[in-house]
């Protein structure tokens, strides 16, 4: 079983749809984080979590929203989606005392607005 | 000026080659640097951090040069199997808080 996964894989939806990506993990791992990606830009971060506790925004936090329900679990929400945010999501996690930096990503979600 | 520069390729080379990717990186106090390999369609996993000496695994070497701040890749007797895009990432302050860079890749294809 994977240690990082995402629901859904895919996903199509409407203009102003309110749509939720999740990501679990059994990794242990306290931090988590929100990525888009989109062709030419790379990866960028959206929101990440040190702990249930702790949520910071990243560099491109506006229009979506995070929750963490548990330490294995991180959620991203696009309240009203647009167009501009179709793209590919990676959850990913890390473990500070590794030492490495190292991020373990999901398998990602592909989401597409009309 | 981009925080993570990479050459998008794509680098078009016969299994058995050598082939080298460079990555510049614009924050001087950068600490900790990575390569990534992402598949099409995948996520993106590491193949190796990147020391101040350099460091080899396998086939795979890569090499820091601060003075010049740039990163390379230089890949060995190229299998098909190599055909990927790599992730040059950055890690820009030691801070502890792990917020990772990543340039936008370089896109390799191994062809028989």
């Known amino acids: 079983d994977a240690d990082v996964t995402q629901t859904p894989r895919n996903r199509i939806t409407k203009t102003g749809k309110r749509i939720m990506l999740e990501c679990s993990q059994t990794?242990?791992?306290?931090?988590m984080y929100w990525y888009r990606q989109d062709p030419g830009l790379g990866l960028r971060l959206i929101y990440y979590?040190?702990?249930?506790?702790?949520?910071n925004k990243g560099e491109i936090s506006d229009g979506y929203s995070v929750s963490r329900q548990a330490q294995a679990k991180f959620s991203l929400s696009l309240e009203s989606a647009i167009p501009n945010q179709t793209a590919l999501y990676f959850c990913?996690?890390?473990?500070?005392?590794?030492?490495?930096?190292?991020?373990?990503f999901g398998p990602g979600t592909r989401l597409t607005v009309t | 000026r981009k925080e993570v520069e990479q050459d998008p390729g794509p680098f078009n080379v016969p299994e058995g080659a050598t082939v080298a990717f460079n990555c510049t990186y614009s924050n001087s106090a950068s600490q900790s640097f990575f390569w990534y390999r992402q598949d099409c369609r995948k996520e993106p996993k590491l193949l190796m951090s990147?020391?101040?000496s350099g460091n080899e695994d396998g086939r795979f070497t890569a090499q820091l040069n601060r003075a010049s701040q740039y990163i390379s890749l230089l890949i060995r007797d190229s299998k098909l199997s190599d055909s990927a895009t790599y992730l040059c990432v950055v890690n820009p302050l030691n801070t502890g808080f792990q917020k990772l860079v990543f340039g936008t890749g370089t896109r390799l294809l191994v062809s028989p």
């Open positions: 990913a996690t890390s473990d500070p005392q590794s030492g490495y930096y190292e991020q373990y």
């Open positions: 990794k242990g791992h306290d931090r």
């Open positions: 990147v020391y101040s």
């Open positions: 979590s040190f702990d249930v506790k702790d949520i």
